[in-house]
């Protein structure tokens, strides 16, 4: 929307997310509200024709690609018998995927007492431990360990920020 993003987003363990959410927000991560559409539910149906609609559109545009993807994506991920999670609005969402190396650099880069960029590195390595103890990967590409755990946290004393 204009106003920000919407997470659709399906999940085998919806049990397991909606958990995950709850523990991120009282460790004081950032996190969007979630609630859970099951396959019978009316709303299940129409968030499909939704997303049908919307490759259309974006198929009349000339975005041919994205809509193919829209579409294989509507057919592999959102069945009937598949629970949706919807997370609440976003509001101004950062894509780092399609941001520049610049963009990446400024909203990350610390060396000039950059509060805000400090802040966004805090939330990301709490919603990152989060994720590594529930042994989520969605986020991030490793898996950590409780040795691996150990590691890190020597890491951060001997070099990490004060």
């Not at 149906?45 to 829209?70: F, N, P």
């Not at 997370?87 to 894509?95: A, D, Q």
């Amino acid at each position: 929307t204009l106003d920000g993003s919407y997470v659709l987003k399906t999940s085998k363990a919806p049990a397991q997310e909606l958990f995950a959410t709850r523990l991120m927000q009282q460790l004081g991560i950032p996190t969007p509200e979630v609630r859970i559409i099951f396959g019978k539910d009316a709303e299940h149906a129409k968030i499909g024709e939704a997303l049908m609609t919307v490759a259309g559109q974006m198929d009349r545009r000339g975005s041919t690609e994205e809509a193919h993807r829209v579409l294989m994506r509507v057919h592999s991920s959102f069945m009937s018998s598949m629970p949706i999670l919807l997370m609440s609005l976003v509001p101004g969402p950062i894509p780092l995927g399609s941001a520049s190396s610049e963009q990446v650099e400024e909203l990350l880069d610390v060396s000039a007492g950059n509060g805000a960029a400090a802040e966004r590195l805090r939330i990301a390595g709490r919603c990152w431990l989060a994720d590594a103890l529930l042994g989520f990967r969605d986020r991030f590409a490793s898996a950590v360990t409780c040795r691996d755990y150990q590691k890190l946290r020597s890491m951060l004393e001997q070099s990490g920020p004060e």
